[in-house]
């Protein structure tokens, strides 16, 4: 992958330089298994990631990593408006490095998960994700009300950590104790992720299109995994990546290359 600063002349021919192309235009994408492979981003999605931009696109990320990996990141591409993070229960301005919007657990999170940790003790683990780290506690080798007294405050989501095998069995015996009081949704396999009510990535692109207004006439958004649904489903245009679940594949509008294949070059190419 090579760092893209200024756009040559090959993807200028390939595209054509229209002016304005993209005006109205937010793209949101999702970052792991969508625009990314293993953390790199090819330069192909780089280069078109600049070239968006330079038409009058906004381009932001949807992930459900921590601000932080916009710093990883920034040789390669930066959003050029707010960005989606911890699953949207935080959007973030990368240029004035703060939050705009911040969506927390109340504190009777940690006496459900208790009451969730004996109820289910094939979860291995429950991470708790604080402004920027995750706290990670083991069944086996932590005293749980000790650990939650020393958790940094407040918390944004938790990760309950299971075995594949069981994934689909425990995320439903999670979502039926929540009685619709929490969201439930998976980013990978092993983990079941809980936020609050008001908070999921199509919420927070919906509170992003509020904030953007005329400049966000048109919203697009791609992603692979479950916790992607919601936006693909408030999407005016929608995008499953080729190596998407089959649910996510269910919901989009359309299903594009594999990640592997520079997914949102393609996209870009096409819009």
């Known amino acids: ?10 993807i200028k021919e390939r595209y054509g330089s229209v002016l304005g192309r993209y005006d109205g235009i937010l793209l949101c994408s999702d970052f792991d298994g969508t ?4 953390k790199d981003v090819s330069r192909e999605n780089c280069e078109a990631i600049k070239y968006f931009q330079e038409n009058g696109g906004l381009f932001s990320l949807a992930s459900g990593r921590f601000p932080s990996i916009l710093d990883e990141m920034k040789d390669y591409f930066v959003p050029n408006t707010y960005s989606v993070h911890l699953n949207g229960s935080m959007i973030y301005d990368y240029t004035n490095k703060k939050s705009v919007y911040e969506g927390i657990l109340t504190e009777d999170i940690f006496d459900f998960s208790y009451e969730l940790l004996k109820e289910i003790p094939k979860i291995v683990e429950v991470i708790f994700y604080t402004y920027d780290e995750f706290l990670i506690f083991e069944q086996k080798r932590n ?3 000790q650990f939650c007294s020393e958790l940094k405050k407040p918390i944004f989501k938790v990760v309950y950590k299971v ?46 299109r ?23 489903e408030i999407a005016d245009f929608s995008y499953a990546v080729d190596n998407a679940v089959d649910g996510v594949k269910a919901v989009a509008d359309k299903i594009t290359v594999a990640n592997t294949e520079n997914a949102i070059e393609k996209i870009i190419y096409e819009l």
């Open 1 to 10: 992958m090579g760092c893209i600063i200024t756009l040559d002349n090959t």
């Open 35 to 38: 625009l990314c492979n293993h």
């Open 143 to 145: 005293d749980y009300k």
């Open 163 to 208: 075995l594949a095998k069981d994934s689909d069995f425990i995320t439903e015996q999670i979502r039926k104790a929540t009685a619709g009081k929490y969201n439930i949704g998976r980013s990978w396999v092993n983990g079941i992720e809980l936020q609050s009510i008001n908070d999921s990535k199509g919420l927070a692109v919906n509170r992003l």
């Open 210 to 232: 509020k904030m953007l207004g005329s400049r966000a006439e048109k919203v697009v958004c791609v992603g692979d995994y479950e916790n992607d649904i919601s936006m693909l």
